[in-house]
């Protein structure tokens, strides 16, 4: 992994070339509130966003709080949020955490990592997600795009997004955890993409462990 100094250089780097974080970002899918971000970024797994954008507006056009989603029957549930896929699964992790939301904390979504952790069908990448965008709290949230970029570079050395995650708040400077995740992800869609990343025009291809390891090897070779 890069030490320290890179580490920090490479945010600085991003910072100047990447977009940071817009005056007007919202939580998952652009949701108003905590409670159908939550819902939102639970429907959003293993789902293409076109799919899950179907899924969220049928869904919260019958149901926008947890007492009202905890009215409907599995099968309207089921039915509402099919497009998103894995329907069934995502039903069960809705009415649960629902029930929970009520029963625990008394309908209000938490604005705390452990306490969004705690609720069923919410895992670290959601939380983040959720405190990032909708809390406004300095996270790096990991998605598939910022767990490729982070450990290519080398700011990380993780085989998950959760212990990315984790590496990230651990190593990453306290200035850029805001604007962290934006950088990153911008990153990732725009010059770090999944194949045939644009080495040839990217900030920090001099201190990306990828670049040394396979394209700058390749070429002295």
């Avoid at 029957?73 to 939301?101: H, Q, V, W």
């Amino acid at each position: 992994m890069l030490d320290e100094s890179q580490v920090e250089e490479v945010y600085r780097r991003l910072a100047k070339a990447m977009p940071g974080r817009t005056a007007n970002a919202k939580g998952p899918k652009g949701q108003p509130d905590a409670f159908r971000s939550c819902i939102s970024c639970m429907l959003s797994a293993q789902s293409l966003d076109r799919n899950t954008a179907k899924a969220v507006k049928a869904l919260f056009a019958l149901a926008r709080t947890p007492e009202a989603m905890l009215a409907l029957n599995d099968e309207r549930i089921a039915a509402a949020i099919k497009p998103c896929g894995l329907y069934n699964m995502k039903t069960r992790n809705i009415r649960s955490f629902c029930t929970a939301l009520l029963e625990e904390h008394g309908g209000i979504v938490p604005d705390t990592r452990e306490g969004l952790l705690s609720l069923p069908g919410i895992g670290r990448k959601c939380a983040d997600i959720v405190l990032s965008f909708t809390f406004g709290k300095d996270v790096i949230a990991v998605d598939t795009h910022v767990h490729r970029v982070a450990n290519r570079i080398g700011l990380t050395e993780a085989k998950t997004a959760d212990r990315t995650a984790q590496q990230l708040e651990a190593r990453s400077p306290n200035w850029a955890m805001r604007d962290g995740h934006f950088w990153l992800i911008q990153f990732g869609k725009r010059v770090c993409v999944v194949r045939r990343p644009k080495c040839e025009v990217c900030p920090v291809s001099d201190l990306c462990e990828y670049y040394a390891a396979n394209v700058q090897d390749a070429a002295t070779n």
